[in-house]
């Protein structure tokens, strides 16, 4: 089944790296399609906010003649929320460590990103 499988790539994201603390894969319109997030973050407000932050993300790049973006990137004292897409029907959001180390991450979340489109 198909969801088993996108499962299965966000378990294998978070685990591929110790970086990596929860991934999620959300519809462009913000529905969650499956997840692999710790107990007590709300997945409706991850799918909501990933939807908004990239579309805005999108915008910016388009408006400010940066070309098509790659990722948004939220920093905090407490880690990152990466999100990038996946195809052009979904967005991979991801929330890391403090000190995580990006380039490896980025590599990951690419992989992943790819992986997850062919199944969409």
Known sequence: M???MFQQILNDL???SADVEASALISTDGLMIASALPAGIDEDRVGAMSAALLSLGDRAGRELARGSIERVMVQGEKGYVIMSA?????VLTILTKPNA???LVFLDMKRAAEALSKLI
Not at 86 to 90: Q, R
Request: net charge neutral; glycine share 14%.
């Open 2 to 4: 198909r969801t088993d």
């Open 14 to 16: 978070n685990s591929s």
């Open 86 to 90: 996946s195809g052009t029907e979904a």
């Open 101 to 103: 180390k990006l380039g």
